[in-house]
Nanobody, 115 residues
Framework: QVQLVESGGGLVQTGGSLRLSCAAS????????MGWYRQAPGKQRELVAR???????NYADSVKGRFTISRSNAKNTVYLQMTSLKPADTAVYYC?????????WGQGTQVTVSS
């Protein structure tokens, strides 16, 4: 069974930074692309960043230049470094494979950006 646990969220001011972590119970990063997703109330779920098994990265236009996704296969952990945060970034952030698998869905971590 694969279990994903997100952490690192919190309350920051506009322009601040946060680093999110996603720890996996199984070794999945070597064979799966991983992504960070976010969902805000009243909005659809959005894939904001993706990293392939080979290390290639992709970002949504809304976060490009501000967010950086990385991984550590040895630690079974994927990270999302977020800088220059805006109120529009406020959401619950989740990690999952990309494309996602419903059985891997975790609890997420709340990111709130105040103006």
């Amino acid at each position: 069974q694969v279990q994903l646990v997100e952490s690192g969220g919190g309350l920051v001011q506009t322009g601040g930074s946060l680093r999110l972590s996603c720890a996996a119970s199984g070794s999945i990063f070597s064979i799966n692309a991983m992504g960070w997703y976010r969902q805000a109330p009243g909005k659809q779920r959005e894939l904001v960043a993706r990293i392939s098994s080979g290390g290639s990265t992709n970002y949504a236009d809304s976060v490009k230049g501000r967010f950086t996704i990385s991984r550590s296969n040895a630690k079974n952990t994927v990270y999302l470094q977020m800088t220059s945060l805006k109120p529009a970034d406020t959401a619950v952030y989740y990690c999952n494979t990309a494309p996602l698998r419903s059985s891997y869905w975790g609890q997420g971590t709340q990111v709130t950006v105040s103006s």
